[in-house]
Nanobody, 127 residues
Framework: QVQVVESGGGLVQSGGSLRLSCTAS????????MAWFRQAPGKEREFVAT????????NYADSVKGRFTISRDNAWNTVYLQMNSLKPEDTAVYYC????????????????????WGQGTQVTVSS
């Protein structure tokens, strides 16, 4: 079973950029679909972005489409979330999640489809 650790969070001004990384340990990272979720204070955890095993399929929440980009480097067992044009409403703890799908092109937007989670990394966007 893969384990994941997030990094790259921090404090940034509105309009700025951050890149989050999620590094996996364990066998066969390339067979896992990966995703980013986030949870703001007092709110439910919500889907942000997901990417298929080979990176060929991606999906984004409407709230981040056009601003965030998910990518992966299977050689380095890492998935990234490039976040541009950040807004105060993007402030949250960001979580990396993984699941081993049946089909290589499968991607999932529900947190209940993922069985491996990191501890999260805080992103704070000041106005």
């Amino acid at each position: 079973q893969v384990q994941v650790v997030e990094s790259g969070g921090g404090l940034v001004q509105s309009g700025g950029s951050l890149r989050l990384s999620c590094t996996a340990s364990g066998p066969k990272f390339s067979v896992y679909s990966m995703a980013w979720f986030r949870q703001a204070p007092g709110k439910e955890r919500e889907f942000v972005a997901t990417i298929s095993r080979n990176g060929g399929s991606t999906n984004y929440a409407d709230s981040v489409k056009g601003r965030f980009t998910i990518s992966r480097d299977n050689a380095w067992n890492t998935v990234y979330l490039q976040m541009n044009s950040l807004k105060p409403e993007d402030t949250a703890v960001y979580y990396c999640a993984a699941v081993r799908p049946v089909y290589s092109s499968n991607i999932f937007t529900s947190e209940y489809d993922y069985d491996t989670w990191g501890q999260g990394t805080q992103v704070t966007v000041s106005s």
